[in-house]
């Protein structure tokens, strides 16, 4: 009961506090809006917030806390900066600091860069860029591998989940019983293995691969939950971490898969040779959709939740009065709610369907099989 009305206190915190972010960034917008030439009108309005939601999604060179504008109109970041690292003719390393948010140019060992639209090109000392007839940058890119927020928001959960887990794994020594962090996180692993694991491969397999399964499921639960926090963390809102967690699960139910997965693949049992020759290339073709439809399915829910979100507040500024600003504010608190929901479901669905895919591939068929 303590570990439930603690969790249920954790989720209350982390409204209150996405809230007032949330208020904090209206607050910001809304002196944008005054600055701006009314001209512009209600069709400018919803271009800038479009501009913020796109931005509010993008990774960054640096880690920022908030911003507002100062009485001379301009922009202030508070944040704390993250170190690039490049590959230019050597190795190149400097603060984002010296990038100042894409508005100043970076001198290092006299090369110049700029951050422009996210990304980091070589210019001279006046920062210019040079555009194709598509308006496509063209200048050098050189090859980037910077700590970003998002790199440095998935170390940050490593040593969290490594910290939590030792923890719980030293109190396991002195006592049978949890302590601590451990009575929130044992009800959790023994839900994964009792539910999850065992299930869908089997008694006989299902160690093999709890190590995984504990570890995707309790990264994209925090992950997610960090993404409705102030920070601004959007990982798996990131395609090309999605990816690399449903490249893991391809590349261990594949090499992990015993004879009798490959051969219901290539050959299947019980069914007529002329239709086992059509089926092969699609079997096989399945055999990449399946971790295909979990990276999808992850990028898309965490993204579009992220969206809908920050469009429901920018409809504040579009109503402009006080039962359109209320109206708004209560929805997006009401999907802020379920974003606490969805959280948990995606981490479940993906931890889920990858104890599934590992169940297909050690699964032991008998040969009367084929007589059915």
């Known amino acids: 009961m303590q570990n439930i009305m603690s969790l249920k206190t954790i989720c209350l915190l982390f409204l209150l506090v996405t809230s007032l972010s949330f208020a904090q960034d209206d607050q910001e917008k809304m002196h944008l809006q005054e600055i701006a030439p009314e001209v512009e009108g209600k069709q400018g309005l919803k271009e800038e917030i479009k501009e913020y939601i796109n931005h509010h999604l993008l990774d960054s060179h640096g880690f920022g806390l908030y911003s507002y504008v100062n009485d001379e109109g301009e922009q202030k970041h508070i944040g704390f900066p993250l170190p690039v690292i490049l590959w230019d003719n050597g190795l190149q390393v400097f603060s984002s600091s010296k990038l100042h948010h894409g508005e100043s140019v970076a001198e290092v060992n006299g090369n110049y860069y700029k951050l422009y639209h996210g990304k980091i090109y070589k210019t001279d000392a006046e920062g210019t860029i040079h555009y194709d007839d598509h308006h496509h940058a063209t200048n050098v890119k050189p090859l980037d591998f910077s700590i970003t927020k998002n790199v440095f928001t998935i170390f940050l959960v490593g040593l969290l989940i490594f ?82 967690l449903a490249l893991l699960t391809y590349l261990i139910t594949t ?89 948990a479901l995606q981490a479940y669905i993906f931890t889920m369907l990858s104890a599934l895919y590992f169940g297909s591939a050690v699964e032991e068929h008998h040969h009367g099989d084929e007589h059915h």
Do not use: C, Q
Not at 227 to 241: D, E, K, W
Not at 273 to 278: F, H, L, V, Y
Not at 331 to 343: D, K, P, S
């Open 255 to 343: 090499f992990t898969a015993n004879k009798n997965y490959w051969g219901h693949i290539f050959w299947m049992p019980g069914v007529p040779w002329p239709m086992k020759i059509i089926l092969a290339p699609i079997e096989l073709l399945g055999t990449f959709i399946k971790p295909f439809s979990l990276l999808i399915r992850l990028y898309a829910n965490i993204t579009a939740g992220h969206i809908v979100l920050m469009s429901i507040i920018g409809l504040m500024f579009i109503f402009k009065n006080w039962l359109g600003s209320s109206l708004s504010f209560g929805l997006a608190f009401v999907l802020a709610l379920l974003e606490l929901l969805v959280a």
């Open 163 to 244: 910290f939590m887990f030792g923890r719980m794994a030293k109190s396991y020594k002195k006592n049978a019983l949890p302590k601590g962090m451990g009575r929130l996180l044992e009800p959790i692993v023994l839900y994964i293995r009792d539910d999850i694991a065992i299930p869908n491969i089997g008694k006989k397999h299902y160690k093999r691969y709890m190590s995984f399964l504990l570890t995707v499921f309790f990264f994209i639960w925090i992950i997610n939950l960090l993404g409705l926090t102030p920070l601004g963390v959007n990982v798996t809102n990131n395609i090309a971490v999605t990816f690399a």
